[in-house]
Nanobody
Framework: QVQLVESGGGLVQTGGSVRLSCTAS????????MGWFRQTPGKEREFVAF???????FYADSVKGRFTISRDNAKNTMYLQMNSLEPEDTANYYC?????????????????WGQGTQVTVSS
């Protein structure tokens, strides 16, 4: 069974930076696209960014230019560098494994999820 474990969340001030990590196990990590989603209470989980197996990237408009997604296949780990954080970025952040090597913006295209890591941006 695929296992995804996020880390790196916490409390940060507006304008600050945080780097999230997602370490995967029990899968050929380099074969799959990976994604980041986020969710706040009472709202649907929303797409943040994905990185394909070939390391092509795509971002939600709300984070473009501020967040950077990357991967290190040798470490089975994906990252999300989050800069210029805003209170609106406060959420529980989840990493997810795509069903294929291609990335998607829809939740249904991902078949494994981490437990989430909380990021809180104070104003």
């Amino acid at each position: 069974q695929v296992q995804l474990v996020e880390s790196g969340g916490g409390l940060v001030q507006t304008g600050g930076s945080v780097r999230l990590s997602c370490t995967a196990s029990r899968l050929p990590f380099s074969n799959y696209a990976m994604g980041w989603f986020r969710q706040t209470p009472g709202k649907e989980r929303e797409f943040v960014a994905f990185i394909s197996s070939g390391s092509s990237t795509f971002y939600a408009d709300s984070v473009k230019g501020r967040f950077t997604i990357s991967r290190d296949n040798a470490k089975n780990t994906m990252y999300l560098q989050m800069n210029s954080l805003e209170p609106e970025d406060t959420a529980n952040y989840y990493c997810a494994k795509s069903r294929t090597g291609y990335g998607y913006t829809t939740r249904g295209s991902y078949d494994s999820w981490g437990q989430g890591t909380q990021v809180t941006v104070s104003s």
